[in-house]
């Protein structure tokens, strides 16, 4: 007989199946039955898996096999390839690699090649040639379809192949498809490529080429990588080779193989023996489309291999005893498996089914079958054929064989489940073998083992063989599980928390799911809290398909069926092909699970926790099958309750929080063993909670019979009780549920029943030699307790012995059962029990525990490290002890610091003790600072590895928070105790002394909980004290320590990771500024200068801000371990990809606060301290939430008050957030009614507190909306309740999470409008918003650094804007000047002008277009743009207008010389015409005459000439100005040695600069003079009042000069005496309003000063005229000129010479002119753009006047600058051109004017030979040559008009201009020597253009210490503003009636709380934080307290102690005496700060 070995049967076609019958001492006679079966097709061959059971073959004698060589034996094929195409594709020989043989096509051949080359086993079918239908392998699993083209003719034949493949098997097969274009060794096939794109079904992934040998090793192993790439992504991964329905071919040939399949009968025996028959069973298992794609029901915990066994017993056994000896089973095609709910224990596993007829003699009729049960398979089908050719021995038999058909179903092992427990139906291939087994013999037979020559069979290596298998089944039933959702990838990159810490889209709320976004969406939902991700509705990915069979029609006529027949029928063929195999809720759980990294598995668990769900404890691995125990997941998780205990007859409730891990509670372990019909699940629910599915069973959505990854998972959760009455227990008890057979998993079995308190056993029927007889019989041996729960049997519970109990569940409520096991299971643990605690699971052995990698062990030891030097100190002393610089170091800090805004009496001096008293402190915190564990943890910081790190700051917390658990409990329990007596005491009205003692005692339980509390956030705490206090002494660190400056780039690599970080201290009330700007600018080096919206939360204490903000991004701020939230923190989510493209910004950063009205505060917490938070959240948000908690409306108005008023300060400083209000809490969320009324009564609320806070701000606002952009019906949202129910064990409201999306919805939407701010922006409203709230008046010591800044940036454009229209404003007025002087313009008109600018000015506005626009901060300049868009065309008109003027008075000159002018054309034609006649005469004389002697002779004639041109006219006398000012002096009646006095001295040069004006005053009551003298009742008021007016007074004198047109008229003395008289009744005017007289000094030394200043106009001015005027003059200076001319005469030269040499002298000149105008323009330019003095704003320009001055150390530079702040920035202005121009870059500045004088030596060479050509061409004269000569010259030469009367005689052009050629180089090479000096002689003078460019701007002073305002804008609407404040002492400011000198800064005095008197009459004092109530003059100021940190004017008043004293007559004493810390400061220093304030 031969047996086959079953792997011959595993690639899916036909196996035998053979009969052994076996009797008592008779005969076994085979008979040859054929029995054909077809199997289904997996996707890997030989996927059967054997059954479990190991001990069947017990006793039996075993049949050997021989071991089949690799030759001969048939090995399961990985892959399975069919070559199609052409026969001359390939050359087939003994070398090909992929086919070495000619053999039969449809035969399957392993190729030996293959394996030889890659160690696989590859099945190749040779099908070349395109085959008959009828010779295609039905039912084949095939991988890949290997279309083999010849090169040449690939397009045809790949066309013919397609559409062959696809007629014959339909177009799903092309997937299938590998396209392989062969070809000769020496071809190329590049074009093959592009040829076959051509097709649209061509897939470039799936080609290749080969040779036609197939023996390249290369091509063949590259074939075989796209060959498994196309399976990976075929989904399923193999074909059936079946062919499409309409295929007549092959639907022939399927029905003649059943034919054949239904003719084959089991053959009878001899009579009197024990015949059986062999039924032809028909086994038709069509293909599946994945492998192994089984599931698990809920409850089975068989995995194996299914063994189908009928049983028939021998003759002499009745025959009635069997049920139905076989049966017939025909399953019609399904979508997907269908499942009863009723059973949890069946499983279907795809692979190899043995199906065993077991007959068995009397003999073994009592032995019992543990391992095994028989599996009834429901017949189904509607065509049965049932074959029972029995004896009559036999007629009892009912059926003896079956007939078993299988249709094609869609996944792979789609079985319906049978409803029978524990029994499996397999999908894939099967084995049926008839056995009879014997006392004597038992034949067994294995798929897998290896048997020795004897014949038995090796137990050991078939258990292996076994486990191997099912582990390989089990794997591939993960990945196709994976692979369907999704994560096939995440096997290896594991999911992390940075994987879903990202601001992603909101998550969808479908009513279905895609197979491939559930798990994706689970997680989103549980990072919600939404604990309804366990039940997703799933969208099948798979398509609908139609019904393969049509519904069976019963037809009366027909058949012998009537309706009432089908209805009872159970043969009608249920069509189960829309029937799909669902993804079991539990697999996705458990899948995300593996699929994810151990700090995501904990994210998870603690979010399964906080839904209430049961958490993994015991997880066996997907792929190896070890038992894990996940427990560093359960790190996170703390668990609160309240345990009830009776004493005294009373029950005590106490209250514990703890982390679950270190719990010690009881353990109930429930198990089941076999397959029950109840559900352990269920049952364990409505034991702990029967309104929450904590245990997912069956009754649960979405729930199907198989669960792949739940199979030996041992979930365990927690009954916390409440402290209730109704408590199901008294205490908290951790319930453990292991899923599946406790049979099968023996390991967890053994551990839970170890471990556990009390053991509860689910069995269905309690038998003695039942197969759980055995474990039953070990737990009730066991002390344990045992509870045993029977499913099949009636009665309650029946307690055995001392512990051990069995209940009935028979018939039974769930209610009733529930009630009965609380029952008992309290009475047990009522007494003494084991406890559990979750950290012992380390100790058991063979369990993988997740905390043993080596990773996770090293950042554990380097935080225990820190912990165990911490064990032993009291938990309140921790902080003190080992983190000292936080505690009451950095509280004296904070508490000193905020002295400096409440400072007093002598308040610089004052300040300087309060900053030693800081820096001792800072002293203090550095000697301190580095114990041995802050040392430790940073270095761990430093040195791990960024997993190591993440472990090792898990486990800083954890164990951190684990050493103050107790304490903290204790304390809050007395804190409630306490609190509660507080309250009644006050409910009394009592403010009796027990109240305060209450109090007292409550203030110091409130101290003890911030001691107690300790944990992560006060290392970071401590890192950023110790990193401030070096930094504020840049203290190196030393030897030992650790390097402090590297703190805020390690604390900035954990914030980028998501790690919170604390941003204000809860504990000192205060912002860290130093630290948190070192952590963000290293943020910001690590990342950019990224934007970021921040969103800021604002609500009560414990209102649910935290654990909003954690379910809505998934962040980790703190929501319990014994506290709530303190101070803020802040956290970087980023924006995920998906959804950046929407937003302008790349971060949202999340800043969590501490609640309002803090419990912890209690005792001394202020309102202040309310509106001090939320007016810096307020101020941070780009938005902020507003959480109201409950419907109090008295709590809510106390929140809207502080919220309304912060946003009311928002709106004053120019800030504008948006807001929305978070109503948690809230009953009803779904009544829209309710909700309107409540938002309306909110609204009424916010207009009601909107009012009082602009009462108390000082605003106008009737309404909320006033105060911020806000609609009440988008701004307002209602949220659920957080729990379903009452905590602690209810779950969180699903609608909660509903609340929380929409909600994120609303933000996004909102962010998509807002840019958000850069990372270096938010650092800097951070300090602003901070430093202001230091000052009591927030609104005025506010200053916006950031628009600070960006106003600055756009002072610099528009400097650049300005100079741009004025640089081609100048070109304009220097071309039009030359026209002017030229004679060709005589009128300019402002169109004209505005035509010729517009093109720039046009470009200048598009530029400002473009700036508002695209800026960066567009936002923030928005504010501006309309007042600069106005100022610049202010600008552009007043240019405009200016060079109008200019040009006016130019041609008025022009119109003025008129006369002149007219004259001079005859004056040199006399001239001309008289030198020529001289120089015929003496023609003959002059060739013996020498130079001198024709001098002389010239001279005596030019005299003569001169008098007789000039005698009608009359000189025009130059100023005598020194005798004109006296004598003005004198007329107006002051006596000349007055005036004389005064001359001599000097010192009327410095009345404006006098520091005491006293000795100018005289007092008209004399009696009071001595007082006046010795009590300097002369205030500083009064002296800069004088000063002031000695100004105005100037100013408009000057002006009133200026306005006379001296330089066309001449000067007069009349215009000294208007100006004259006009000082002297300015003069008389100021002293009427004094009490106080001016001595006739002041009035000398002011006229003087007055003269002083106009003479260099006035006498400059009259030189002009006089030069345009002066007949005399003129004919003067052409003396030289006509001197020349006479002597080219004398020497016989041509008239074309003289013409040649008169045109180049003038052309000399004007050259010059022009040169020397355009070298200004150009110097200018140069300078405006490069110099750093003039390319920024006028702040800059500030910043560089004042390091000159400290540079130079010039005293009187700086009283200039002091009192004349203009003309000292103008003189700076001059010496730094002279500077730029003659000494720095000289070199420049001469190539400039090189350049210049190139460009009108090239004009005037070109000029001459166009003008040359044009005469000669027309024939012209010499006025026309001269005539075009000046016309080309004239918009760039002034070239005045020369006569051409004498030179009538000139004809030949060409030698006129060779020799103006000959002259020009004389010329040039004098203009080549030209001077930079000459510079200064020029029209435009550079420094004069800077100057009218840098200089207009704002000049006005500060109030306090005369800074000047540094706006670049004159008449800027904004508030004055001077970052560079001094010391009043520099303006010489003293106490009012002393001669002490003051000292302190105006910037310090505002944050002080001293006051000062507005002017000299005021006798009210004001406040300086109120200074703007003070006038008009204070008001548009705006100073900030900046501390007086500019060391620059501390360095001054000390270097310059002594003159200021004598320049002031003052003395720095008493009140005024200098801190000696100002003396400190060195120039350099003072240059420095300059810089950094100018960076601010």
Not at 486 to 504: E, I, R, T, Y
Not at 1133 to 1143: A, G, Q
Not at 1456 to 1477: G, I, P, Y
Request: glycine fraction near 4%.
């Amino acid at each position: 007989m031969e047996v086959e070995n079953q792997d011959n049967a595993a690639a899916g076609r036909g196996s035998e199946v053979t009969s052994v019958p076996s009797g008592t001492n008779e005969k076994v006679e085979e008979s040859a039955a054929e029995t054909k079966v077809k199997f289904d097709l997996v996707n890997e061959p030989g996927e059967a898996q054997h059954s479990e059971n190991n001990d069947e073959s017990r006793g039996a004698e075993t049949i050997a096999f021989p071991e089949p060589s690799l030759s001969n034996k048939k090995a399961i094929p990985e892959l399975t390839l069919v070559l199609i195409g052409e026969t001359n594709s390939i050359e087939i020989g003994s070398k090909n690699i992929l086919i070495d043989h000619d053999e039969q096509r449809n035969v399957e051949h392993f190729s030996t090649k293959l394996y030889d080359l890659c160690g696989r086993h590859i099945s190749v079918i040779n099908m070349l040639g395109l085959p008959n239908i009828d010779e295609f392998p039905l039912n084949e699993e095939i991988h890949a379809f290997v279309m083999l083209l010849p090169n040449g003719l690939h397009n045809s034949h790949y066309s013919s192949g397609l559409q062959w493949l696809e007629t014959t098997f339909g177009k799903a097969l092309m997937a299938y498809v590998m396209t392989v274009v062969t070809h000769e060794s020496d071809d190329k096939c590049e074009s093959a490529l592009t040829d076959l794109k051509a097709n649209s079904s061509f897939v470039e992934k799936r080609y290749h080429t080969c040779r036609r040998s197939m023996m390249d090793e290369g091509e063949i192993i590259a074939l075989l990588e796209k060959i498994d790439a196309m399976v990976c992504e075929n989904a399923p991964h193999c074909h059936s080779g079946l062919m499409c329905d309409g295929n007549k071919g092959q639907k022939e040939q399927l029905e003649h193989k059943e034919e054949r399949l239904e003719s084959s009968l089991f053959q009878q025996s001899q009579t009197g023996d024990i015949e059986e028959n062999a039924t032809a069973i028909k086994v038709k298992c069509d293909t599946v489309t994945g492998p192994g794609d089984v599931e698990n029901s809920k409850n089975d915990e068989n995995t194996g291999e299914s063994e189908i066994t009928s049983v028939s017993f021998a003759n002499n056994d009745k025959v009635d005893e069997l049920e139905e000896s076989a049966a017939k089973t025909e399953n019609d095609p399904v979508n997907g498996a269908k499942h009863s709910d009723k059973y949890d224990d069946s499983i279907r596993v795809g692979g190899e089914s043995e199906i065993k007829y077991v007959s068995s003699s009397a003999t073994n009729k009592g032995e019992p079958d543990e391992d095994k049960e028989v599996n009834k398979v429901k017949d189904t089908s509607s065509t049965s054929h049932t074959v029972s050719p029995v004896t009559k021995e036999q007629g009892e038999l009912e059926e003896s064989a079956a007939k078993t058909e299988c249709d094609p179903v869609k996944q792979p092992a789609d079985v319906e489940h049978s409803k029978n427990d524990g029994h499996i139906t397999v999908g894939g291939e099967s084995e049926i073998t008839p056995v009879q087994s014997a006392a004597t013999e038992k034949v067994h037979y294995s798929t897998a083992g290896n048997m020795d020559m004897s014949g038995n069979m090796d137990k050991k290596s078939l258990k292996l063989s076994e486990e191997n298998n099912m582990k390989k089944q089990h794997q591939r039933e993960t990945e196709a599980l994976l692979d369907r959702l999704q994560l096939q990838d995440k096997q290896q990159q594991k999911f992390s928390p940075a994987d879903f810490l990202k601001v992603g889209p909101p998550v969808k709320q479908d009513h279905d799911t895609p197979e491939k976004d559930v798990a994706h969406t689970f997680i989103q939902k549980l990072m919600m809290l939404d604990y309804r991700a366990r039940y997703i509705p799933v969208r099948q990915n798979i398509p609908e398909v139609s019904h393969s069979n049509p519904p069976e029609k019963f037809d009366t006529d027909d058949t012998d069926y009537d309706d009432l027949d089908a209805l009872y029928s159970t043969k009608v063929d249920i069509d189960q092909s829309n029937l799909k195999t669902h993804l079991h809720p539990m697999d996705v759980q458990m899948a995300v699970f593996h699929c994810s990294d151990s700090f995501f598995k904990q994210n998870m668990i603690t979010k399964l926790s906080q839904c209430q769900y049961a958490l993994p404890l015991l997880v066996p691995d997907p792929v190896t099958m070890d038992i894990g125990c996940p427990l560093w997941t359960f790190r996170q998780i703390r668990k609160t309750w309240k345990m009830t205990e009776m004493k005294d007859n009373s029950n005590i409730v106490t209250m514990k929080s703890m982390p679950i891990c270190k719990a010690e509670t009881p353990m109930v372990s429930f198990l089941r063993l076999g397959s029950p019909s109840l559900s352990k699940s269920e049952l364990m629910n409505t034991l702990i909670n029967n309104r929450h599915k904590i245990f997912f069973d069956r009754n649960c959505p979405g729930s199907t019979k198989s669960h792949h990854l739940m199979d030996g998972v041992a979930e365990i959760a927690w009954y916390c009780p409440a402290g209730k009455p109704n408590d199901a227990f008294t205490d908290c008890i951790a319930f453990c549920n292991l899923h599946g057979d406790a049979l099968s998993n023996v390991k967890q079995r053994d551990i839970l029943t170890d471990k556990s308190s009390v053991n509860v056993v689910l069995v269905p029927t309690l038998e003695k030699n039942d197969k759980n007889s055995a474990v039953i019989s070990a737990l009730h041996k066991s002390t344990k307790p045992l509870i045993i729960l029977i499913a099949d049997s009636d009665g309650g519970a029946v307690q055995m012995k001392k512990g051990k109990y069995k209940m009935g569940l028979n018939d039974r409520s769930q209610s009733d059962v529930s009630e009965e096991l609380k029952k008992i299971i309290g009475k047990i643990l009522s007494g003494p029990h084991e406890s559990f605690q979750l950290e012992s699971m380390a100790e058991v052995s063979g369990v993988k525990l997740d905390e043993k990698d080596n990773v996770c062990q090293k950042g554990k030891s380097a935080a225990m490290k820190i912990v165990d030097m911490l064990q032993g100190t009291d938990v309140s002393k921790i902080k003190d002890t080992y983190l000292p610089c936080q505690g009451q170091l950095w509280k004296g800090w904070c508490k000193i610091n905020k002295e400096l805004y409440h400072l007093r009496g002598n308040i610089e001096n004052e300040k300087c003790k309060i900053q030693r008293k800081l820096m001792q402190i800072r002293q203090d915190q550095c000697e301190v600072s580095c114990s041995k564990p802050m040392k430790s943890f940073i270095e761990s910081l430093s040195s791990l590895s960024a997993t190591e790190k993440d472990y090792f700051l898990k486990w800083t917390q954890i164990l951190t928070d684990a050493l103050s658990t107790d304490d903290l409990g204790s304390i809050l329990q007395k804190y409630d105790k306490k609190w509660a007596e507080v309250l009644a005491l006050k409910k009394k009205h009592e403010k009796s002394d027990q109240l305060k003692s209450k109090q007292t005692e409550l203030d110091e339980i409130s101290t003890q909980l911030q001691s107690a509390t300790f944990g992560l956030e006060h290392i970071f705490r401590e890192m950023g004290q110790i990193y401030e206090a070096h930094a504020s002494l840049q203290k190196q660190p030393e030897r030992g320590q650790t390097d402090w400056s590297k703190y805020p780039e390690l604390a900035a690599e954990l914030m980028i990771s998501g790690h919170p970080m604390e941003l204000m201290d809860g504990d000192a009330g205060h912002v860290p500024l130093t630290w948190i700007s070192g952590l963000l600018d290293e943020v910001i080096k690590k990342l950019g200068d990224k934007r970021v919206f921040v969103l800021s939360v604002l609500g009560v204490q414990s209102s649910g801000k935290s654990t909003m903000l954690n379910a809505m991004f998934g962040l980790e701020f703190a929501v319990s371990a014994g506290r709530c939230t303190k101070g803020a923190f802040m956290q970087l989510v980023e924006v995920s990809e998906e959804i950046k493209k929407d937003f302008e910004f790349d971060y949202v950063l999340v800043v969590d606060t501490e609640g309002l009205r803090a419990l912890e505060l209690e005792g001394n917490a202020t309102l202040h301290h309310d509106n001090e938070l939320a007016t810096f959240v307020v101020g941070l948000g780009n938005m902020t939430l507003i959480n109201i908690f409950g419907e109090n409306p008295a709590e809510m108005q106390d929140i809207l008050q502080i919220v309304v008023q912060a946003f009311m300060r928002m709106k004053k400083i120019k800030l504008s957030p948006s807001c929305v209000f978070v109503h948690q809490n809230v009953t009803d969320i779904g009544a829209a009614e309710k909700n309107m009324d409540g938002k309306r009564r909110l609204q009424e609320k916010l207009d009601k507190m909107a009012q009082l806070a602009a009462k108390e701000e000082v605003c106008d606002a009737e309404c909320f909306s006033d105060v911020i952009a806000f609609d009440v019906q988008k701004d307002v949202k209602y949220f659920a309740q957080l729990w379903e129910g009452s905590p602690p064990m209810a779950p969180p409201n699903p609608g909660y999470s509903e609340c929380v999306q929409e909600l994120k919805t609303t933000i996004l939407s909102k962010a998509k409008q807002s840019a958000g701010i850069t990372l270096s922006q938010f650092k800097i409203k951070i300090q602003d918003l901070w430093n202001a709230l230091m000052n009591e008046q927030f609104v005025f010591s506010f200053k916006n650094t950031l628009e600070i800044a960006v106003y600055r940036k756009l002072e610099v454009q528009y400097g650049n804007w300005t100079w741009t229209l004025r640089s081609n404003m100048l070109t304009i007025e220097n071309g039009l000047h030359t026209k002017i002087q030229n004679g060709k313009l005589d009128k300019v008109k402002l169109n004209h002008l505005r035509q010729e600018s517009n093109k720039t000015y046009d470009k200048i506005k598009q530029a400002m277009t473009t700036y508002f626009d695209n800026d960066g901060d567009k936002d923030m300049l928005v504010q501006w743009r309309g007042r600069f868009e106005s100022k610049i065309e202010q600008f552009h008109d007043e240019l405009l207008r200016g060079v109008q003027r200019k040009l006016d008075e130019v041609i008025q000159q022009k119109k003025a010389c008129k006369k002149l002018d007219d004259r001079k054309t005859e004056f040199e034609n006399k001239l001309l015409q008289k030198s020529k006649e001289l120089a015929h005469q003496l023609k003959d004389k002059a060739e013996d005459e020498d130079e001198e002697e024709l001098e002389k002779q010239f001279s005596s004639v030019w005299s003569g000439l001169v008098k007789e041109l000039t005698a009608d006219t009359k000189p025009i006398e130059d100023i005598n100005y020194e005798e004109d000012q006296s004598t003005v002096l004198q007329d107006l009646g002051f006596e000349w040695l007055l005036i004389d006095e005064s001359k001599r001295s000097g010192r009327y040069k410095k009345i404006a600069e006098v520091g005491d004006y006293v000795h100018y005053v005289s007092l008209r009551n004399r009696l009071l003079e001595v007082a006046y003298y010795l009590k300097k009742y002369f205030q500083p008021k009064e002296q800069q009042e004088i000063r002031s007016f000695i100004d105005g007074v100037e100013k408009q004198s000057l002006d009133a000069i200026k306005s006379n047109p001296v330089a066309t008229r001449g000067y007069n003395l009349t215009h000294l005496q208007e100006v004259a008289n006009d000082v002297k009744q300015k003069v008389t005017d100021f002293e009427s309003k004094r009490k106080y007289a001016l001595k006739k000094d002041f009035t000398v030394d002011l006229l003087l000063y007055v003269f002083h200043r106009a003479g260099r106009w006035l006498t400059e001015s009259h030189m002009t005229f006089k030069g345009n005027n002066d007949a005399h003059s003129y004919v003067e200076s052409k003396k030289m000129q006509y001197y020349n001319i006479f002597r080219s005469f004398c020497k016989g030269s041509s008239s074309a010479v003289v013409l040649g040499q008169l045109i180049c002298d003038k052309l000399k000149s004007s050259t010059v002119e022009a040169v020397c105008n355009k070298t200004a323009i150009d110097l200018a330019g140069e300078m405006r753009c490069n110099f750093p003095a003039f390319n920024g704003n006028r702040l800059n320009l500030e910043k560089h006047v004042l390091k000159s001055l400290a540079e130079k150390e010039d005293f009187n530079g700086f009283i200039t600058y002091i009192h004349h702040p203009r003309d000292q920035v103008e003189t700076y202005i001059r010496e730094e051109v002279q500077k730029y121009i003659f000494k720095k870059q000289r070199r420049k500045a001469l190539n400039m004017l090189k350049k210049n004088v190139d460009d009108i030596n090239t004009l005037v060479s070109q000029a001459l030979y166009d003008t040359t050509e044009k005469v000669k061409t027309h024939k012209g004269d010499p006025d026309m040559w001269v005539e075009e000569f000046s016309s080309l010259l004239k918009d760039e030469l002034t070239f005045a008009t020369v006569c051409c009367q004498n030179f009538r005689d000139i004809n030949n052009f060409d030698f006129l201009k060779e020799e103006i050629q000959k002259g020009l180089v004389s010329v040039k090479k004098e203009m080549s020597r030209l001077s930079l000096d000459k510079i200064k002689e020029s029209r435009m003078e550079p420094d004069q253009i800077l100057i009218e460019q840098l200089c207009n701007c704002c000049w006005v002073t500060c109030p306090f210490c005369a800074a000047v305002c540094t706006n670049t804008i004159k008449d800027h609407k904004e508030d004055h503003s001077v970052p560079f404040h001094r010391s009043v002492a520099v303006n010489g400011v003293h106490v009012r009636n002393s001669v002490e000198l003051g000292i302190e800064f105006c910037t310090t005095s505002i944050a002080s709380d001293e006051k000062f008197y507005p002017n000299q009459d005021s006798e009210v004092l004001i406040p300086y934080k109120k200074y703007r109530t003070a006038g008009p003059y204070f008001a548009n100021w705006a100073i900030t307290p900046d501390g007086s940190k500019l060391e620059y004017w501390k360095w001054f008043v000390s270097r310059f102690e002594k003159e200021l004293e004598d320049h002031y007559g003052l003395k720095f004493q008493n009140y005024g005496e200098i801190p000696s810390e100002w003396k400190t400061h060195s120039k350099k220093q003072a240059i420095k700060s300059l810089d950094e304030m100018f960076k601010l």
